[in-house]
């Protein structure tokens, strides 16, 4: 009896470790997701100062050849950093200034905008409904009742305009924020650097990591001023091309244009949508608002099939086949 018992004790411990292990797992996966939880919400709220914080480290990246270069000119870093910082700031000033009463020209026609693009609509809308059978035509006229696509867009239009305009003070600060760190980033370029490296042990690793360093910031810094001058060039091309069909303010959409290609696919999207409002509003007919679309979707298409592949291709590893 006495040898059973001490037989089945193992097993008995094995079991009680089994479940013990079952409920640790339990506890682990329940920590996790509350942990990711958390990490999404945290994100969430701080979005506000990491991504102004991300933006100054890819501006930092960006400049800091020109900081580099104007230091070989036996400028202090500080002073140096100062006057990169400065002239960014004061040529995105006096872009705003020459772009402002532009701005402020259709900020002031926005009623008038919103009404005539809901005409056209309507009126693409009659058009439509008048050339098809009874059944679609039944279709179209519940279309251009009270709960229309249009109005739901015009309204969601009025309150991004809204926002926007609530929202500018918290932009404001964040410009100024991302200013003062990028100035911090490049003026103490060399102290984070030596902190990083102090970290780490080996003298082997500590090698490696600054060469690694070296790179990525060589690297990032030429793709960052590559896309930037490609996408210069595409709001110059598409002033040009806008200023060719008529639309007004060609320096506004450019600039415009230039600044939502930096967002891969959203931001030509979002330019095209633009784009087509305006050209329906200002040139007051619905094929010319499609032909300025076109224009700018052969332009993004060029722009991002072409020449970006080519030029990012020649900077880097990779071809212009793999890019």
């Known amino acids: 009896m006495a040898t059973k018992m001490k037989q089945r004790a193992p097993a008995r411990a094995m079991q009680g470790w089994a479940r013990a292990s079952d409920v640790l797992m339990i506890i682990a996966w329940c920590v996790g997701i509350l942990t990711l939880i958390a990490v999404i919400t945290g994100a969430k709220l701080a979005s ?21 270069a104007l230091e070989k000119r036996r400028l202090p870093v500080t002073l140096a950093s100062a006057v990169v910082v400065g002239s960014c700031l004061v040529a995105l000033v006096a872009g705003a200034n020459v772009l402002a009463p532009s701005a402020d020209e259709w900020r002031q026609r926005a009623p008038t905008v919103i009404r005539s693009i809901e005409r056209q609509f309507r009126n693409i809308e009659r058009e439509i409904t008048e050339k098809v059978d009874k059944a679609t035509a039944g279709r179209g006229a519940e279309l251009g009742g009270d709960a229309s696509p249009t109005e739901a867009v015009i309204e969601s239009g009025k309150q991004l305009v ?10 404001l600060m964040q410009l100024i924020y991302v200013g003062f760190l990028c100035f911090f980033l490049m003026a103490e370029r060399a102290a984070l650097r030596r902190f990083v490296l102090s970290n780490v042990t080996t003298p082997r690793m500590r090698l490696r990591l600054s060469r690694a360093m070296q790179d990525m910031r060589q690297s990032v810094g ?24 008529g639309l ?11 600044l939502l290609n930096f967002m891969p696919y959203i931001g030509p999207m979002i330019a095209n949508v633009i784009l087509f409002a305006v050209g329906l509003t200002a ?8 032909y300025v679309v076109l224009l700018l979707a ?26």
């Open 248 to 258: 007004p303010n060609p320096a506004l959409w450019g600039t415009i244009v230039a």
């Open 162 to 171: 809204v926002d926007m305009v609530l929202s500018a003070p918290e932009m």
């Open 283 to 290: 040139l007051n007919d619905a094929a010319q608002a499609i």
């Open 298 to 323: 052969v332009l993004n298409l060029l722009e991002g099939q072409v020449v970006t592949p080519m030029m990012v291709g020649k900077r880097s590893q990779a071809g212009p086949l793999a890019v």
């Open 48 to 68: 506000g100062i990491v991504a102004p914080t991300v933006l100054a480290g890819l501006l930092a990246l960006t400049l800091t050849p020109l900081v580099a």
């Open 222 to 245: 030429q793709y960052l001023l590559t896309i930037t001058v490609i996408n210069v060039i595409l709001g110059a091309c598409a002033a040009v091309v806008f200023a060719l069909m």
